[in-house]
């Protein structure tokens, strides 16, 4: 009914940067491999980002050399900041895919990278001269992509204005970021259906943000409007540390999987995993 194949990526990075007090290194590594037997297409799984900045995510490194791929087709994303960090992601042999948050916000893009958005701008060029020359492949987060807190200024000729700067530095995957849960299903809707005809050789995602009540509408609406990649974290877990102070979880994968299964394009996944991680799921998120 909806041609290319769902892709679900699970991040359960985002699920845990903003948790305290530290998860074990173990118990991440432990939960990482579990997750990498589900079938999801990628799995975001830590940040090579300061200690400081987000200490939940100082052992990521770590984490990455103990991951089990050998019997995944699952790929590995590293969140990075700043061209350090993409430097040592793009040295790590576990990671596929590099991501950056680029803001449309200035207020956020400060707060989250230190940076004003022309010098994010330069760094975003210097990490794709790195995936490059490494074999990676950015995908790039266009966060605030539906609006922000501040009042900054936003509007769809602003999102489809930096994917068009995207577009000429050949960046191919981003994936749009309700990083405060603001979006509706119709502004959703009308984005990606814009984007989508507009800019046919890049791979759009849904990275969204929701109140439970309304994150199916949300998939639902992006789905209906061509988007074929949904970022999720199981059990709805997770917000932007850097956003606000109060957080708005992501999407629950679980949601994203039922309502593709509703609308005739079940993922391909395995049950069986997916239940063992979603137990998983409730002490390694539950007690921190």
Do not use: W
């Not at 830590?46 to 939940?56: C, D, E, H, L, T």
């Not at 770590?62 to 793009?90: P, W, Y």
């Not at 990275?207 to 974290?233: M, N």
Request: with cysteine; proline share 6%.
């Amino acid at each position: 009914m909806f041609g290319a194949e769902m892709k679900i990526i699970e991040c359960p990075r985002d699920a845990m940067q903003g948790m305290e007090p530290f998860i074990p290194t173990e118990d991440k590594v432990r939960y990482l491999n579990q997750l990498l037997q589900v079938g999801f297409d990628t799995l975001d799984a830590g940040s090579f980002v300061s200690p400081k900045a987000i200490p939940q995510m100082r052992d990521t490194a770590e984490v990455f050399d103990q991951l089990d791929l050998s019997t995944t087709q699952t790929k590995i994303l590293a969140i990075v900041a700043n061209t350090r960090g993409a430097e040592e992601a793009c040295r790590h042999p576990a990671v596929t895919y590099v991501g950056f948050p680029l803001s449309l916000s200035e207020t956020f893009q400060q707060r989250n990278t230190n940076k004003s958005i022309p010098q994010a701008l330069d760094t975003l060029n210097e990490i794709q001269d790195l995936c490059v020359q490494s074999g990676r492949t950015l995908v790039t987060y266009l966060s605030m992509g539906f609006g922000n807190p501040y009042g900054d200024p936003y509007d769809a000729d602003i999102v489809s204005r930096f994917t068009d700067i995207l577009n000429i530095l050949q960046v191919r995957i981003i994936s749009l970021a309700d990083t405060i849960g603001v979006a509706t299903p119709d502004q959703i809707s009308m984005l990606f259906s814009r984007l989508a005809g507009d800019f046919p050789g890049i791979e759009f995602g849904a990275h969204l943000h929701s109140q439970p009540a309304s994150a199916r509408e949300k998939v639902e609406a992006a789905v209906r409007a061509g988007c074929r990649r949904f970022d999720g974290a199981l059990l709805g877990f997770g917000g932007c540390p850097m956003a606000k102070d109060e957080l708005v979880g992501n999407v629950a994968t679980e949601v994203i999987i039922q309502c593709l299964t509703d609308l005739g394009a079940p993922p391909k996944l395995n049950a069986t995993a997916l239940a063992r991680s979603l137990e998983m799921a409730k002490p390694v998120f539950g007690r921190h």
